[in-house]
């Protein structure tokens, strides 16, 4: 089915053709009546055309990840640098998205875009997905007419973004993975499996070790208060989430900690480096004054220690500092990236300085999380049979000590 250039809506239709045969389907357009003239020139006479209803419990689908945004943005800056006209790019990313949210969003932009409004206010309408940071740049090369070269820098920015958070997640993912299991596991064996054991003990007739009774009383108390035990965990969880929330303090108390915490804490520092060198890097690069580049760079440092300190450099700067002296005083940042920010200065290259600086800990934080995740292995097989071995002979060990005695 041929569509116009201006899609807004999905219209079900009902019609015949030339030849009079009856048909139905679907078409995109901004109105029903321009639903119904797209169909008159397509040979087709409309005899019903409506728009599509939306599902009952809101968008179908999955929702918009960052990482979508990411492949958006570099598909959208591929066909801009071939050539292909702005609302025609949107046309062939939209029509190459799966996702069916996904597919609105970019829709609903094309539209905006199509009637005339600039890509940066287009874009600045769906805030839930594109920040003030990506807004900007995106202005940044609407003004100065270098958009297609924006959306490349942008994309690239975001790709190595989703890259970085990807590398974290990787390292937190299978050991909450194995700790769930474990305490699922746990809970099955203390509810269903203990007993069964308790039950044989009582024909015993004699004293059973102090290791057997001390998991038979824990599952006696797991058996008797286990809906205690969940909604505890259940009102921690909830608990833990708002604070974080609605708490700054507990914020910032939750940001300190993750940075003095073994291991972890160097890899959590690492990556705000390589995401203040990042944002630094791209947005000195588009253009941005120095002062609002480190306004955005401040929204997106990720923490909240290294955001005060970039809140405090940019003040600094805004004084008259140079920007070495204003990052040196703060105390907080390693003394690569000091070196390399004079170097910057003093050559008229630092966008290019802090992408190195960006690239060599993203490095160390992809290497960092493939030690930790092999360290971890290890550890979390041990926890993991030591807990539910350790249950296990405490059962039968009153077997064992029944079988020496006879």
Same mark, same amino acid.
């Given at each position: ?5 201006? +899609? ?9 053709? +030339? ?17 119904? /003239? ?6 087709? *006479? =409309?005899?019903?055309?409506? +728009?599509?209803?939306? =599902?009952?419990?809101?968008? @179908?689908? &999955? ?25 025609? @790019? ?12 996904? %597919? ?60 970085? &958070?990807? &590398?974290? %997640? ?12 474990? /305490? ?10 203990? =007993? ?6 009582? !024909?015993?007739?004699?004293?059973? =070790? ?33 604070? %974080? ?25 690492? /990556? ?13 690069? /588009?253009?941005?004054?120095? *002062?609002?580049?480190? !306004? ?6 990720? !923490? @909240? ?6 809140? +405090? ?14 990052? &040196? ?27 190195? *600086? ?8 992809? !290497? ?39």
């Amino acid at each position: 089915m041929a569509t116009t250039a201006l +899609r807004g809506e999905v219209y079900v239709w009902t019609g015949t053709d +030339r030849s009079g045969h009856a048909g139905g389907g679907e078409i995109h357009a901004v109105s029903q009546t321009m639903a119904k /003239a797209q169909l008159r020139q397509q040979g087709i *006479v =409309p005899k019903r055309v409506k +728009r599509k209803p939306k =599902p009952l419990f809101g968008a @179908s689908g &999955k929702p918009v990840q960052p990482a979508d945004i990411a492949i958006f943005t570099r598909q959208l800056a591929t066909m801009l640098k071939a050539g292909v006209p702005l609302v025609q @790019s949107f046309e062939i990313v939209e029509d190459g998205t799966d996702k069916p949210r996904m %597919k609105s969003l970019i829709s609903g932009i094309r539209v905006d875009v199509a009637s005339g409004s600039g890509l940066a206010p287009s874009l600045a309408k769906h805030p839930r997905y594109f920040d003030d940071l990506f807004c900007s740049l995106i202005a940044s090369g609407e003004d100065s007419g270098t958009l297609e070269v924006m959306l490349d820098r942008v994309a690239t920015y975001k790709e190595k973004t989703e890259a970085l &958070k990807k &590398k974290i %997640k990787k390292a937190m993912t299978y050991p909450t993975a194995v700790i769930c299991v474990a /305490a699922v596991v746990t809970g099955i064996l203390l509810i269903k499996v203990v =007993p069964v054991f308790a039950k044989t003990f009582q !024909n015993f007739g004699s004293e059973l =070790p102090a290791f057997t009774q001390l998991v038979m009383s824990i599952s006696e108390f797991t058996q008797s208060w286990w809906w205690v035990i969940l909604g505890v965990m259940i009102a921690l969880f909830f608990t833990f989430r708002e604070l %974080k929330i609605r708490s700054v303090a507990f914020a910032e108390g939750l940001d300190r900690l993750a940075l003095r915490a073994p291991v972890v804490g160097g890899i959590v520092h690492d /990556a705000v480096i390589a995401r203040f060198s990042r944002t630094l890097s791209t947005t000195f690069a /588009a253009g941005v004054p120095l *002062v609002d580049a480190l !306004n955005s760079t401040a929204g997106a440092a990720g !923490n @909240s220690v290294y955001r005060k300190a970039i809140i +405090r450099i940019r003040d600094d700067v805004t004084s008259g500092s140079s920007l070495y002296n204003a990052i &040196k005083s703060t105390g907080v940042f390693p003394h690569m990236l000091l070196q390399m920010v004079s170097i910057g200065e003093e050559s008229g290259a630092l966008d290019e300085m802090l992408d190195k *600086v960006a690239t060599h800990y993203e490095e160390a934080v992809d !290497n960092a999380v493939d030690s930790l995740s092999s360290l971890l292995e290890p550890i979390i097989m041990s926890v993991l049979g030591i807990l539910v071995g350790g249950l296990m002979i405490a059962m039968y060990l009153p077997i064992f000590m029944l079988g020496s005695v006879i």
